[in-house]
């Protein structure tokens, strides 16, 4: 079965500092990755997908397959991208094109 | 077309008795899901549809559970005998089959059972 796991549950950092959000999976046929990212009263949007290879306001994510990861990064950091962030995987042998989420980084950026 | 609409926002129920929520789809799209979100957790699958056929349940989904999506379009979701464990937030989410897993989720149903 996938799995995906979010090991920080809370990241905080400073305005203008590099911020890297952690994504591990588990996973045993060619996963989807994706990033959703949750604002404060707003809904689920997602933020990006692996095979889009797209930057989405500053983040940038990179499926490394020997690592099973796909952590999100962003170089400089600004206090708008407080948010929830969630990363899910599925795949083309996944019923439906479901997701799996991990737990979810609240990630909060201080002035 | 203004997005994937839930309704209600909030529900306060007493043990017991039954809920229903109802999800309207972005129009075009054919699949329709439902996950719910617990506190400090991620949305965890209950069930999707293809058009109006249910095509997989999680295990999740207890016999006190039911989905229907009769014509293809809305979709609401039952829970009868609602449990305190029933607490959460539930999300709908849809998208077109054709498209590479482009979800669009609602603002969800917060329950709770008191």
């Known amino acids: 079965a996938q799995r995906v796991t979010q090991p920080e549950k809370l990241l905080s950092v400073f305005k203008g500092a590099p911020v890297e959000l952690k994504c591990n999976y588990s996973?045993?046929?060619?996963?989807?990755l994706f990033w959703y990212v949750q604002y404060s009263r707003q809904r689920l949007q997602l933020l990006l997908r692996h095979i889009s290879r797209e930057s989405i306001k500053g983040f940038t994510a990179d499926l490394n397959k020997g690592e099973t990861s796909f952590h999100l990064k962003k170089p400089f950091a600004q206090e708008e991208d407080s948010a929830m962030y969630y990363c899910?995987?599925?795949?083309?042998?996944?019923?439906?094109?479901?997701?799996?989420f991990g737990e979810g980084t609240q990630l909060t950026v201080n002035p | 077309d203004t997005g994937v609409s839930q309704n209600p926002r909030h529900k306060i129920t007493k043990r017991g008795q039954n809920v229903t929520f109802r999800c309207d789809p972005i129009?075009?799209?054919?699949?329709l899901y439902w996950y719910r979100q617990t506190l400090g957790q991620g949305p965890e699958f209950l069930t999707y549809f293809q058009n109006e056929a249910q095509l997989e349940k999680s295990r999740l989904l207890s016999d006190r559970f039911s989905a229907e999506r009769p014509k293809g379009s809305f979709s609401t979701l039952e829970i009868q005998r609602t449990e305190q464990g029933d607490s959460a937030m539930y999300l709908c989410?849809?998208?077109?089959?054709?498209?590479?897993?482009?979800?669009?989720f609602g603002s969800g149903t917060r329950l709770t059972v008191v």
């Open positions: 129009s075009e799209h054919n699949r």
């Open positions: 899910a995987l599925s795949g083309p042998h996944i019923s439906g094109s479901r997701l799996t």
């Open positions: 996973y045993s046929g060619s996963p989807e």
């Open positions: 989410a849809s998208s077109l089959v054709t498209t590479d897993y482009g979800y669009t």
